[in-house]
């Protein structure tokens, strides 16, 4: 597992081998593992950032299925008890859809707090 990826790298497949990538939205990714420092370019054990087995688990399952949109169904089903709940600013900042207002400067209005505040706190990291 490598993430959250900020930028391309290669990579090769041997002959029959198989790739199924999950793209995060958001704040998703942090959601899932949690705040956890996780070095960047470097391939950790997912089982180390949730305490449980669930992905041995989840590649078994996946493996049985042939069908990607099967898979894929089966991942979101498998994530929903992971994902931690949005907490009330990034939910505002990820659901920010007026283009000609600063998202920032909206949701410090909306939350009595300042624009450095919103900029600074961690979910700011997470988008």
Same mark, same amino acid.
């Given at each position: ?9 290669? +990579? $090769? ?10 793209? !995060?939205?958001?704040?998703?990714? +942090?959601?899932? !593992? ?10 950790? =054990?997912?089982?180390?950032?949730? =305490? ?25 089903? !498998?994530?929903?008890? +992971?994902?931690? =709940? ?19 400067? $909206?949701?410090?209005?909306?939350? $009595? ?12 990291? $997470? !988008?």
């Amino acid at each position: 597992m490598i993430g959250p990826v900020k930028q391309a790298f290669d +990579y $090769s497949l041997p002959p029959n081998a198989e790739i199924l990538t999950v793209n !995060f939205k958001d704040d998703a990714f +942090y959601r899932f !593992f949690g705040t956890t420092a996780i070095a960047e370019h470097v391939p950790m =054990n997912p089982e180390d950032l949730v =305490n449980e087995d669930c992905f041995n688990i989840l590649w078994h399952e996946l493996n049985k299925m042939t069908d990607t949109n099967t898979r894929v169904n089966h991942i979101l089903k !498998f994530s929903e008890p +992971y994902l931690a =709940n949005r907490n009330k600013i990034a939910e505002q900042l990820a659901n920010f859809k007026e283009q000609s207002l600063n998202p920032i400067k $909206s949701v410090a209005s909306q939350n $009595s707090q300042t624009e450095r505040n919103i900029a600074q706190q961690r979910m700011r990291k $997470s !988008f």
